[in-house]
């Protein structure tokens, strides 16, 4: 960088190039959006069937994924092009003020950045000191640049001194421009896609590193821009995310989507964008780490004579193989289960009416989290979270997926015109066993206040005029995670709905924090986990001199409203079509006139 580039730069051509860079990034993002809520729709609700409806919408879908990869690079290149203007504003301001001051002292400034100075106004030892050009030199080096400095300064020309600063100011200006340039270039360059139409697992692993490297660069300019406050309230987020400018907020998305995705309080759709980007990115890097894998031994087993009868055992080609590889190959394989089942549901807009999606948190680390929206809880007027018990993880998110699919489905029925918003909370790590795990509470315990945190969340990030009517419902450990966050904090809820419940820690109704009247129980033929649940996670009452324990929600001491169930065992309480599902439905939407309760 010489001073000549440096002087006629104008850092404001590059912020310029950031805002359409982001102006790119929010038509892409419309777009996908578009084809998703708008077009994919629409070819379902002209009736088209068969085989080449469900080409055309791979194909589509396609097309949505590819704008949102230009959505996310392009987001990062506004945010790289910022964080350069900002580095370069910092060396021009630096020159500008070195440059005002040789004029204000009427010093000329040369090519090579030394300063010109004229002959001195006074006599000094009977004649005028001689005019002459100071260069910077020592500057690298403390003691060097004092001796230089004192030099300068007992020059007898007065203007010495000052013009050996000016000198100083500009070539430190010079260097800060260089080394910003050196930086970014290669940040910058890397910033380009494949000269193909396909978005790889690669294309998005790429954008990681895109984003790893000028996150990066960019820290002395994200540096100024308010972080999140630390373990802030629900409540305080929002008002920090309500606080920041647009540039800042697309800043903080380009590069922390996973902070962002994962902040209780901020908006839905700001939430749903950060978390798409993290999805998007571990479907890409855990796609490509199973493509490298070498696949499985075809000879998995063979028979061995295990005394009268053969045994049938693993090979020792697939033991060495699974010694390798078994463990990553079963948890990438696992995870992306989970991953495409959210993709799905992407997909599945439109389809019965179904809303458009908003994925509220994501993290394929441990079992996973999965927090999945059927339709938008900041403008809707009912909303229902659903806690699932033990065995939820990414891997077996689709489950849980789809009733509350079916449950959005049965509650816009109900709800004759009034919105609806259903999700499907995967946000802690619950117990992965019902006989070695479940009977313990501290998965409970460790997750309350998460479940606290979201519902807190939903109530912040709220934009619809008036409050909205918020409903829990816990599916067997589920109920337990709800009744712990009841009893640790305060349940941000008007209805709580629990089935297959083996306790909610609690001993009654009237601990739940919601409104008299408003907790709802349902326990089906066949399902045995009320009767033993109670052992671990039932709750007390002191009735007189007698102490009543494990009680559950299905108990009469326990005061819970009993609905009608005509599903069997633990698993079908969400089964389309039952009255089990349409009594749920009735509570979500708030007619509770329809809801039918057991005689």
């Not at 230009?70 to 630096?94: H, M, P, R, W, Y």
């Not at 010495?160 to 500009?170: N, R, S, T």
């Not at 802030?232 to 922390?256: F, H, K, Q, V």
């Not at 780490?289 to 000879?299: M, T, V």
Request: charged fraction near 25%.
């Amino acid at each position: 960088m010489d001073l000549k580039t440096l002087r006629a730069l104008k850092p404001a051509e590059f912020e310029g190039a950031a805002d359409g860079y982001r102006a790119l990034a929010d038509m892409a993002q419309s777009a996908k959006d578009q084809i998703e809520s708008g077009v994919i729709t629409g070819m379902r609700k002209a009736g088209l069937k068969g085989e080449a409806l469900d080409a055309a919408l791979g194909e589509i879908r396609e097309l949505a994924k590819n704008f949102q990869y230009t959505q996310v690079e392009c987001g990062v290149i506004s945010t790289a092009l910022n964080g350069f203007a900002f580095d370069l504003a910092a060396a021009k301001q630096k020159l500008d003020a070195a440059l005002s001051d040789a004029e204000a002292r009427k010093f000329s400034v040369n090519d090579d950045g030394t300063v010109t100075y004229p002959a001195g106004p006074d006599k000094v030892d009977g004649k005028i000191p001689e005019g002459g050009s100071a260069r910077s030199s020592g500057i690298d080096h403390p003691v060097s640049y004092g001796i230089a400095r004192q030099a300068a300064y007992i020059d007898p020309n007065p203007y010495a001194g000052p013009a050996y600063d000016i000198a100083v100011q500009i070539t430190r200006a010079l260097a800060e421009a260089t080394a910003a340039d050196g930086k970014w270039a290669p940040k910058l360059r890397a910033l380009k896609a494949d000269d193909d139409l396909t978005v790889s697992a690669r294309d998005w692993t790429d954008t990681t590193a895109d984003t790893g490297g000028v996150r990066e660069a960019a820290g002395t300019y994200l540096a100024t821009i308010e972080g999140a406050p630390k373990d802030a309230s629900p409540a305080r987020n929002a008002e920090w995310w309500r606080g920041l400018t647009d540039e800042e907020r697309n800043a903080l998305i380009s590069m922390n989507p996973a902070g962002i995705g994962a902040l209780d309080g901020l908006p839905s759709d700001v939430r749903d964008e950060a978390n798409r980007t993290v999805l998007a990115q571990k479907q890409g890097e855990y796609r490509l780490s199973l493509s490298q894998i070498p696949p499985a031994p075809e000879n998995k087993y063979t028979w061995i004579n295990g005394g009268r009868l053969p045994v049938k055992v693993r090979t020792d080609e697939y033991q060495d193989w699974y010694k390798k590889y078994g463990k990553d190959h079963e948890r990438l394989t696992k995870a992306l289960k989970g991953m495409d089942r959210i993709d799905e549901r992407f997909g599945d807009t439109g389809t019965q009416g179904l809303p458009q999606a908003y994925l509220l948190g994501f993290s394929p680390e441990g079992d996973g989290r999965a927090i999945v929206a059927n339709g938008n809880p900041d403008t809707a007027d009912h909303t229902a979270v659903y806690v699932p018990g033990t065995g939820a993880s990414l891997e077996k998110a689709g489950g849980d997926i789809s009733r509350m699919t079916t449950m959005w489905e049965a509650a816009n029925t109900a709800a004759k015109g009034q919105s609806v918003a259903t999700i499907t909370w995967i946000g802690y790590d619950a117990p992965d066993h019902p006989v070695k795990d479940a009977p313990f509470s501290h998965y409970a315990n460790d997750a309350a206040p998460a479940l606290n945190r979201f519902l807190d969340g939903i109530d912040s990030s709220r934009t619809a005029e008036g409050p909205g009517h918020t409903t829990v419902i816990g599916h067997s450990y589920g109920s337990t995670v709800i009744g712990s966050a009841a009893r640790q904090g305060d349940l941000n809820a008007d209805d709580v709905v629990v089935a297959g419940s083996p306790g909610m820690q609690v001993g009654k109704a009237e601990e739940l924090d919601v409104p008299k009247g408003r907790v709802w129980n349902q326990e089906a033929p066949g399902d045995i986990v009320p009767d033993i649940g109670g052992f671990s996670h039932g709750g007390v009452q002191i009735i007189g001199n007698h102490v009543a324990s494990g009680i559950v929600p299905s108990d009469g001491l326990f005061g819970a409203n009993q609905m009608t169930t005509d599903t069997r065992d633990h698993s079908d309480y969400w089964k389309a079509g039952t009255r089990s599902l349409q009594n749920q439905a009735e509570v979500v939407v708030g007619n509770y006139g329809n809801v039918k309760l057991e005689d």
